[in-house]
């Protein structure tokens, strides 16, 4: 609870830029998605993989401020990201072996 | 009543929080099912694939991120105190999500057209994959519409309150909170975009 108190008086609230700035980057790697999509199905499936990830997190980073909040609300999403990771590693560890 | 005393807004951010990531366990579950039968009828999956309009998929994907954009620019707004741009933000938002809602009917509309819809009697002939791609398809894609019309009556629901001074540079959490609301369905429409459109 002791960063609570720095995060209610947080006051250096970034400007419109820096939301442009991500926003010109999450359109860019769009484009780079929907290109290697061209190029052929191992290689979409490698965009999948990688950049779509990438594009989520900006958006959790930046655009949901996560980058601006304390220990507590980040955790709360990785533990999230954490279950979801094990019952998809369970699930393929489960079809692999059947 | 100093309704100072009664605000915590780092706790109505963690209720928020707390909310979306259940949201997130719902759609990873389906996910989590997609994957599993892509890798069971990788062909079916491809060949069903086809048959969505990359471009259209393409422009929403734009469409929903500048949506999200002009949500966090009206969150700069307000809070500088520009209550006239914070509104004229949240409107474009409002009016990108309708686009955005718009483009989808027109391709669901083609789909009903080639008598793709669930429980039609033409996606009865088709292979058993491809059926299930159009089942996940269509159950993906309106459980994610509905969020987008549920995050639209939200933000209406805000840029009424902003024009009524009860959302202001002071106190801008009802914004902040529908404005997460709004950027998880972009994550979301984020993770649709490969899953059906490009790597099928």
Do not use: C
Not at chain 2, 61 to 86: C, D, H, N, P, Y
Not at chain 2, 97 to 120: C, D, Q, R
Not at chain 2, 171 to 179: M, Q, S, V
């Amino acid at each position: 609870m002791t960063d609570h108190a720095v995060t209610e008086t947080h006051v250096e609230h970034p400007g419109y830029g820096t939301f442009i700035k991500v926003w010109v980057a999450l359109v860019l790697l769009t484009a780079a998605l929907v290109a290697l999509s061209r190029i052929g199905q191992a290689a979409a499936v490698w965009g999948l993989l990688t950049i779509t990830p990438l594009k989520a997190g900006l958006v959790f980073y930046f655009f949901m401020h996560l980058k601006y909040e304390g220990p507590l609300l980040k955790g709360v999403v990785l533990v999230t990201l954490g279950t979801l990771l094990i019952f998809f590693v369970l699930l393929f560890s489960d079809v692999a072996f059947r | 009543m100093n309704e100072h005393a009664h605000r915590d807004d780092f706790g109505s951010r963690l209720g928020m929080w707390l909310f979306l990531v259940t949201e997130m366990v719902l759609f990873g579950g389906l996910f989590i099912a997609y994957s599993y039968l892509r890798s069971r009828y990788p062909m079916e999956f491809h060949q069903a694939g086809e048959e969505l309009n990359v471009p259209l998929g393409v422009t929403n994907t734009i469409v929903l991120l500048t949506s999200s954009l002009t949500v966090v620019l009206s969150i700069v707004a307000i809070q500088r105190g520009e209550k006239a741009r914070s509104m004229a933000f949240l409107a474009t938002t409002l009016g990108l999500g309708a686009t955005f809602l718009v483009i989808k009917s027109f391709e669901w509309a083609a789909k009903f057209h080639h008598g793709l819809y669930p429980n039609s009697a033409h996606l009865a002939t088709l292979l058993p994959g491809e059926q299930i791609f159009f089942g996940l398809y269509f159950t993906m894609t309106g459980l994610h519409g509905l969020h987008v019309i549920a995050g639209m009556i939200v933000l209406s629901w805000i840029l009424r309150m902003i024009s009524k001074d009860e959302v202001r540079a002071d106190r801008y959490i009802h914004l902040e909170n529908g404005g997460l609301y709004w950027h998880l369905v972009d994550v979301i429409w984020i993770f649709l975009l490969p899953l059906f459109y490009l790597a099928a």
